[in-house]
């Protein structure tokens, strides 16, 4: 057995690349990435994968700044993306994970798992997924939770805030609310599962209930905010998110926020981009998945426009400026 890296497109899973062991990969636009947009160079990173050690150093080599967990490289700069992280290629947009495998060393197992992926990648990731939280259910101490407090700190720090005092709203045997560490409204929190989900993708037909609780969670929580009966909210998922286990947005809709400070920010919620809490529910009673449509990335560069009016406006600040004439008196 040998262990082998992938360089995984997180909004269009079929998009794989092989990163070998200790070998300097350089990638950015191109035909194999099918990124095109100009502000990514072609030499936008170097990678190279430590798969004895379980981790990619990654080096920005484009100007444009290539983020991990959206803490900008640098030019000229590198630094360690491990499971759990996302990368983002440029400007923080188009998102990849790194994914270590045991793998037969044979060559003719190797075309034929190259040949599964390539017909049948959703299936196998999905197959995975329900493998991972089988078992799992409710419980907060489960193996599989515990497991993937071990992936990098990203979740790890995730973890950690659902087990702060000081971050919980709300917590019982099945979720806990906690405030979001930089809230885009006046009102932000995020709704967790104690089981380990790692994303919408890994959501199944058994987590059903799960996803109605935590929506009756968060509506209980709105109900139970001083001053929220004067103010509209919206219950969703991200459809890429940028923390790697399952979190249901509670955000009220003043954006009124010091933290809301771009593009990708706004259009992240005031795009298709914020799949409704009951549009999720509604796919996985019909189908048993959340689906999520390709090109989700491109959303977050579309044009400023009000949630309210649907005015343009050329700037964030005068976005935010703007929304004050709807806020509530």
């Keep these: 057995m040998m262990r082998v890296c992938w360089l995984v497109r997180q ?28 502000k990514c160079s072609r030499q936008q990173v170097q990678l190279k994968a430590d798969c004895d050690k379980g981790y990619v150093k990654v080096k920005q080599v484009g100007v444009n700044p290539t983020s991990i967990d959206s803490v900008v490289i640098g030019k000229g700069q590198e630094r360690k993306l491990q499971p759990g992280q996302v990368l983002h290629m440029v400007n923080e947009l188009y998102p990849y994970i790194v994914e270590f ?26 197959d995975g997924a329900q493998a991972a939280e089988q078992g799992t259910g409710m419980d907060p101490k489960s193996s599989t939770t515990q497991r993937s407090e071990s992936l990098g700190h990203w979740s790890q720090g995730l973890k950690i805030s659902m087990q702060d005092p000081k971050m919980q709203v709300y917590k019982d045997e099945q979720v806990v609310v906690i405030k979001d560490k930089y809230p885009k409204a006046r009102h932000h929190w995020l709704v967790l599962p104690w089981a380990s989900i ?40 991200h459809a890429i998110p940028s923390m ?20 990708k920010h706004w259009n992240s919620f005031n ?13 996985v009673q019909e189908s048993g998945r959340v689906t999520v449509g390709e090109g989700m990335s491109e959303l977050l560069k579309l044009p400023l426009r009000c949630h309210e ?12 400026e703007h929304l004050r004439k709807h806020w509530p008196e």
């Design 271 to 283: 795009t298709e981009y914020f799949l409704d809490s009951q549009a999720v529910i509604k796919m």
């Design 309 to 320: 009016c649907q005015q343009l406006l050329p700037s964030m600040p005068q976005l935010k």
């Design 244 to 263: 790697s286990h399952v979190h249901l947005h509670v955000i009220s809709q003043d954006f009124d926020s010091p933290c809301l400070k771009n593009k």
């Design 11 to 38: 909004d269009s899973r079929h998009q794989r690349i092989r990163l070998p062991h200790l070998e300097a990969v350089v990638i950015g636009r191109s035909p194999e990435t099918k990124i095109t947009d100009k």
């Design 101 to 126: 495998e045991e793998e037969a060393d044979s060559p003719t197992l190797e075309i034929s798992r190259k040949r599964k992926r390539s017909g049948n990648s959703d299936s196998i990731e999905r």
């Design 198 to 237: 790692s994303s919408l993708k890994a959501v199944t037909q058994e987590h059903l209930e799960l996803l109605k609780h935590m929506h009756s969670v968060g509506e209980e929580v709105i109900a139970d905010c001083a001053g929220s009966s004067k103010l509209r909210f919206r219950l969703g998922y």
